[in-house]
């Protein structure tokens, strides 16, 4: 097939100058250019207000659920059992001390009832159970917060013995797993939620030796575990909270700690770092522990939604530290946060 070309259309076009060509052609890319992030932009926009919209509806009937908290002695547990009393939830809060459910107690509704739980001992993983069955009775338990947790001393991995570290599996990852287990039963009659409290060192394991192990542990059971349950009705979320200021993050008695396992620390190991690297060390850790924040609510309030909300998140991110600094950096090549992470150490004594 032939292409015919009209002479007046080749007459016209020679007639055009170059540049003035050119930036049409220009002009044209550029409107597209515009049109196209215009959409996008549209697009993006449209999501979040369809989410903003979705996570706003609230289940029904709340003052008829019941909630299950782990570690309500005080921190976030504390927060969250005070904070889901008073919008007139059902609260069987799980203290680890009789001093922490009477403190407690003194602060809320009749509502709200204690019992004692050591998440690292069976028997009493099984008598809480025993007990939350008798409070739901044929309702169901609507709500199961795993909250309680240790962190102990802030060092490096080879400063701690292997016994240093079943305390914080024992709780943080074991503990939880077995009161999940003791009660999803009640969860599932209730098609309810799961709440598992990690830290955004669950993401990226920056520091925190055996603790971030035991959050990356509660990361894969969370995970794990939605994706097998989920045909029951039953959710489960992650809240994965950044640097926050609780009896458990307290710098001078973290830092204590830190110096009796350095002092037990094998002293061929204490030389190849050198005091003068754990002295930095321990400035460094004693100057970011005092940054952390002291608004609970954040992490608290990413709780109560995923409890409460028609549409829970799959993971909650809490606080400006955990969404702006460590959960972009887990996004990030591992060689480049690698080499990010040497720049800003200072170099063990016996470094090569």
């Given at each position: 097939m032939s292409v015919v070309v009209c002479p007046g259309v080749i007459c016209i076009l020679m007639l055009i100058p170059l540049p003035q060509v050119t930036a049409y052609v220009t002009a044209q890319e550029s409107g597209h250019s515009l049109i196209m992030w215009f959409y996008l932009v549209t697009l993006v926009g449209l999501y979040y207000l369809l989410r903003w919209?979705?996570?706003?509806?609230?289940?029904?009937?709340?003052?008829?659920?019941?909630?299950?908290?782990?570690?309500?002695?005080?921190?976030?547990?504390?927060?969250?059992?005070?904070?889901?009393?008073?919008?007139?939830?059902?609260?069987?809060?799980?203290?680890?001390?009789?001093?922490?459910?009477?403190?407690?107690?003194?602060?809320?509704?009749?509502?709200l009832e204690t019992v004692i739980l050591d998440v690292t001992n069976t028997d009493s993983i099984s008598a809480a159970t025993q007990w939350v069955k008798e409070h739901v009775g044929d309702k169901g338990l609507w709500g199961l917060v795993n909250?309680?947790?240790?962190?102990?001393?802030?060092?490096?991995?080879?400063?701690?013995?292997?016994?240093?570290?079943?305390?914080?599996?024992q709780v943080n990852l074991i503990g939880l797993a077995q009161v999940t287990l003791s009660m999803l039963f009640l969860v599932k009659k209730a098609r309810g939620r799961i709440v598992n409290v990690s830290s955004v060192l669950g993401r990226v394991a920056l520091f925190g030796g055996f603790y971030s192990c035991s959050k990356y542990g509660v990361e894969a059971f969370s995970d794990v575990l939605r994706r097998e349950i989920r045909d029951f009705g039953v959710k489960v979320s992650i809240i994965e909270p950044g640097s926050f200021k609780t009896r458990m993050t307290d710098a001078e008695l973290i830092i204590e700690k830190t110096k009796k396992t350095w002092e037990a620390t094998p002293e061929h190991i204490r030389e190849s770092?050198?005091?003068?690297?754990?002295?930095?060390?321990?400035?460094?850790?004693?100057?970011?522990?005092?940054?952390?924040?002291?608004?609970?609510?954040?992490?608290?309030?990413?709780?109560?939604?995923?409890?409460?909300?028609?549409?829970?998140?799959?993971?909650?991110?809490?606080?400006?530290?955990?969404?702006?600094?460590?959960?972009?950096?887990?996004?990030?090549?591992?060689?480049?946060?690698?080499?990010?992470?040497?720049?800003?150490?200072?170099?063990?004594?016996?470094?090569?």
């Open positions: 919209y979705r996570e706003r509806q609230v289940v029904s009937h709340l003052h008829d659920k019941y909630v299950f908290i782990t570690g309500c002695d005080s921190g976030f547990g504390n927060l969250l059992a005070r904070q889901l009393d008073r919008r007139g939830m059902r609260v069987l809060a799980a203290c680890l001390t009789e001093k922490g459910a009477e403190e407690l107690k003194s602060k809320t509704s009749d509502r909250n309680a947790g240790v962190f102990q001393a802030f060092a490096y991995i080879e400063w701690c013995r292997p016994e240093d570290c079943m305390s914080i599996f770092y050198g005091q003068q690297f754990f002295d930095d060390f321990c400035n460094t850790t004693r100057r970011e522990l005092k940054k952390c924040s002291t608004n609970l609510s954040l992490v608290t309030d990413c709780m109560e939604h995923a409890l409460t909300s028609k549409y829970p998140r799959t993971r909650y991110s809490a606080g400006w530290d955990a969404r702006l600094f460590f959960i972009p950096l887990s996004y990030l090549p591992t060689s480049l946060v690698d080499c990010l992470l040497a720049i800003s150490r200072r170099k063990p004594a016996q470094a090569v």
